[in-house]
């Protein structure tokens, strides 16, 4: 019997590959029928915003300005009004550093054995170009080196709704494989971060960082993407059945329309219509309030616990339940306010005193501030073991209503000012007055169409 061996062609591994192979199903779906489902206005939006800010990265660099706001409203307003919207969010915050932005949306691709090949006319000369075909391919949003330090960042602009960071494991693919085009057209990079720049929200970016000496687990952790990838092409030429896996990638799903996936009532996709699932949301949340209410009561008057148990005997409860939190005092609160020490002698007071000074020997007190003096000890006696203070922060929910108040107004606006506003990003149904217009549609997670 003679063996017929078949060419297999597979075509390059991009970012979103590893995100379409979480269901061969569905990656075969679209990339090897070509089976996708029209693209809609969230893809397309997510196209404008790239190319806005890709221009506007350009025009600062070309002009030598770090922001043009002129500029980025002119460009913003050209992509259209939804895509503008977004963008609102990072029109104050983003700076470019036109010293050192190399371009924007240049395409990099290395072949099979790692080599850089079509390589893009504005880095020509460069590096050597394999002139093989490309099996990693990807588009760098804005990336930038410096020489001097021997380093590069990429922003990688996202319009996504719901941050994360690229160190995930589950999504770090991406970063991984965009530092790896680095180093390799690059060699005398010695650090990449990569950096998600999140256009809706003001100041909001997440960073992971590779050196050169990560170079072999990048290369493997890329090269396994695409062992994964080329395995479900041999599947498909042998006429191995592929297997169906629901998670997110069912939205952009094909047989999710007409309810022909493998998985079928499995899914749990396919099972509701998701505005179906935002009614039963409306429900639940209201019912639970109200159980959870009866429940109170019933725990309040009868000083008892409600307790179930299963048919396997393991038992549930509602109830009081203590848990102990510490907090750490920035002050050292009395009975008459906080504690004072003089810097002169060391005394202490309960309270502060009408002049600053110490009524024993005259020289200034400083309120005493425990947690920071421990802080300030250590950081002078292990300096090189410093830089995570820098995460030490104080909630404003603590102080933010003290401050309020008329005769704290300088107080009020010098805290704000010296502030560092924390985005945070959370899932929820809203309520009707934050609905959004209904001639919009809502953003969803977005993953590279266009490139395949």
Same mark, same amino acid.
């Given at each position: ?113 790692? +080599? ?314 809203? +309520? ?21």
């Amino acid at each position: 019997m003679s063996l017929k061996l078949v060419q297999i062609e597979v075509p390059p591994t991009h970012q979103s590959t590893e995100f379409m192979t979480a269901c061969p199903v569905f990656y075969w779906e679209t990339t090897g029928k070509k089976n996708k489902k029209p693209s809609g206005p969230e893809s397309a939006r997510g196209t404008q915003v790239h190319r806005t800010m890709g221009s506007y990265a350009t025009h600062c660099a070309k002009k030598g300005v770090k922001m043009d706001l002129e500029a980025f409203d002119r460009f913003a307003a050209g992509a259209g009004a939804a895509a503008a919207k977004i963008l609102s969010g990072i029109r104050d915050s983003y700076e470019v550093d036109y010293l050192h932005l190399l371009g924007t949306e240049i395409p990099m691709s290395l072949d099979a054995e790692m +080599r850089p090949t079509q390589v893009h006319e504005s880095i020509a000369g460069v590096v050597p170009d394999s002139g093989k075909p490309p099996a990693y391919q990807g588009t760098l949003d804005a990336p930038y080196l410096f020489e001097d330090e021997k380093a590069a960042l990429i922003d990688d602009f996202k319009t996504h709704a719901r941050p994360y960071d690229p160190a995930d494991e589950d999504k770090s693919l991406q970063g991984k494989m965009y530092s790896l085009f680095i180093f390799l057209h690059f060699p005398w990079v010695q650090i990449v971060r990569f950096r998600l720049v999140f256009v809706r929200y003001k100041n909001l970016v997440r960073v992971v960082e590779y050196t050169r000496d990560d170079l072999p687990r990048l290369m493997e952790a890329v090269k396994a993407q695409r062992d994964l990838q080329i395995s479900i092409h041999k599947d498909v030429a042998q006429g191995k059945a592929l297997e169906a896996y629901s998670g997110t990638q069912c939205i952009y799903c094909p047989l999710l329309s007409d309810r022909s996936c493998p998985l079928g009532k499995l899914n749990e996709h396919s099972q509701m219509s998701y505005e179906d699932r935002v009614r039963w949301d409306l429900f639940h949340t209201a019912f639970s309030k109200v159980n959870k209410k009866v429940l109170r009561e019933r725990v309040v008057g009868t000083g008892h616990a409600v307790v179930v148990k299963d048919y396997n005997g393991k038992a549930y409860s509602f109830g009081q339940e203590a848990k102990e939190s510490r907090t750490l005092p920035l002050f050292k609160k009395t009975a008459e306010g906080i504690a004072f020490r003089c810097m002169g002698c060391g005394a202490e007071s309960p309270r502060a005193v009408q002049d600053g000074r110490c009524p024993k020997c005259g020289a200034g007190m400083t309120p005493v501030m425990p947690i920071v003096s421990l802080f300030e000890d250590y950081a002078n006696g292990n300096p090189d073991d410093s830089a995570w203070m820098g995460n030490a922060l104080i909630s404003s929910s603590s102080v933010s209503q003290p401050l309020s108040t008329k005769k704290r107004a300088f107080l009020d606006q010098s805290v704000e000012d010296t502030s560092v506003a924390v985005t945070k990003v959370s899932m929820r149904t809203s +309520r009707p007055l934050d609905m959004v217009p209904e001639d919009e549609e809502p953003e969803g997670d977005e993953w590279d169409a266009e490139e395949f």
